[in-house]
C-alpha cells in the first residue's frame, strides 16, 4: 500500500523566508517504503527533514496527488530554485488558507469556530494531506 506523506525541513523554511517563498514550505510525496527512511536519505540536498504526518493513500499515485494538489496550491517550481535541485513536490502555503480549513472543519464538528488560534506545522501537515486525497 502506499502512504502519502509531509515533510518539512528548517533549514528550507529558514532559507524560504531570505529568498521571499515564505517560511511555510512543506514536501509533499508518495511512498511504498518507510517515510522516515526518505526523509534520513533527505530531500532537495538537505538531511534535517521531518515528517511532520503520514497516511495510507490506497491506490493513488504521486503524479496524481501531485497535480490535485497543485490545482489548490502554489508548487515551488524547482527550475527556478537552483538550491533545491529539482525536487518536485515542494509546496508554498500560506497560514490564511489552514486557519480557513481549520475552521470550517470546527464548524462542520459542530465546535465553537469562533478561536482557530495559530496553525501548528501538523494543522499544515493535514491540511496538504486532506485535500490530497480529495
Known amino acids: 500500500m502506499a ?10 523554511s529558514d ?3 531570505d529568498v521571499g517563498l515564505g517560511k511555510f514550505l512543506f514536501k509533499v510525496g508518495i511512498t511504498e517504503s518507510d ?26 499515485t504521486e503524479a496524481e496527488v501531485l497535480e490535485r494538489l497543485g490545482k489548490r496550491e502554489k508548487t515551488v517550481d524547482p527550475t527556478y530554485y537552483p538550491r533545491i535541485k529539482g525536487e518536485a513536490g ?25 478561536k482557530v488560534g495559530k496553525p501548528k506545522p501538523a494543522d499544515f501537515a493535514a491540511y496538504l494531506i486532506t485535500n490530497a486525497l480529495r
Open 90 to 114: 515542494l509546496f508554498k502555503l500560506t497560514e490564511q488558507a489552514v486557519q480557513r480549513h481549520m475552521l470550517l472543519a470546527r464548524a462542520l464538528a459542530g465546535e465553537d469556530e469562533r
Open 15 to 17: 532559507w524560504g523566508a
Open 35 to 60: 517515510p522516515a527512511d526518505l526523509a534520513a536519505a533527505g530531500f532537495a540536498g538537505l538531511t534535517d527533514w521531518t515528517i511532520l504526518k503520514s497516511q495510507d493513500a490506497g491506490d493513488a
Open 3 to 12: 502512504t502519502i506523506f509531509v515533510a518539512r525541513s528548517a533549514t528550507l
